[in-house]
């Protein structure tokens, strides 16, 4: 959609009402150096420590791949046993 005739667009991402999660590779770094694979994940994977640890880029691609890796098909937001993550979006920038 154009923005009051500019050169602006925005764009809706519907991941609830069309999902798109099997084909989905969005990963997300937080501000506080966790890897998030999901926005509606309930888990999150640790960059901050190996990296203050000094590990080799190697080792922290190898660390984002794992967490990419463990993505869920799908993030079960209709569900009746669906739970949201103790975070939310807001705080992660989604």
Known sequence: MVVDG???KVG?????????CGACDRTRLTADG???NCLFARSEND????LRSGASDA??????RAAMWGKLPGHGINDPSFLQPDRPMSAIGG
């Open 59 to 64: 080792e922290l691609a190898d660390r984002w």
């Open 12 to 20: 809706v991402i519907a991941s609830v009402t069309r999902p798109f």
């Open 47 to 50: 960059l901050r420590t190996p």
């Open 34 to 36: 966790q890897i998030r």
């Open 6 to 8: 500019g050169p602006v």
